[in-house]
């Protein structure tokens, strides 16, 4: 009987990252909020005022999950009245390039 060395482990899945991309396809608003703030819309009045069908809870809600996982950061303005914007963080811009590259793959898929 031969006795090698195994040489690979057992790889598994990216746990978190795996959630992440779940999460973010699962919600039917975060790509079009990243569309939104690469047009440089990125105060939540404006988002919902530019997009149909889109209310201020579903928007919070996408918002909040966002900036949880990294992708969004909040900026509050100590102004009166208070207005708040949101941008895209360095992770973010990362990830979104993972996106547009998931894009590409079922692009070529359906093709």
Same mark, same amino acid.
């Given at each position: ?18 959630? &992440? @991309?779940?999460?973010?396809? %699962? ?8 569309? =939104?703030?690469? $047009? ?6 404006? &988002? @919902?005022?530019?997009?149909? %069908? ?8 996408c =918002?909040?999950? $966002? ?5 969004l ?39």
């Open positions: 009987m031969n006795t090698k060395e195994k040489l690979f482990a057992r790889k598994s899945a990216p746990e978190k990252s795996a959630r &992440m @991309v779940e999460t973010i396809y %699962g919600c039917k608003w975060s790509l079009t909020v990243y569309q =939104l703030l690469a $047009n440089n819309i990125n105060r939540p009045g404006e &988002m @919902v005022k530019s997009v149909d %069908g889109l209310s201020t809870k579903v928007l919070n809600q =918002l909040k999950k $966002n900036i949880e996982f990294g992708i950061n909040k900026i509050n303005y100590p102004e009166i009245p208070p207005r708040v914007e949101y941008e895209v963080t360095e992770f973010g811009q990362k990830f979104m390039r993972i996106l547009d590259d998931i894009e590409k793959l079922q692009n070529e898929i359906d093709a």
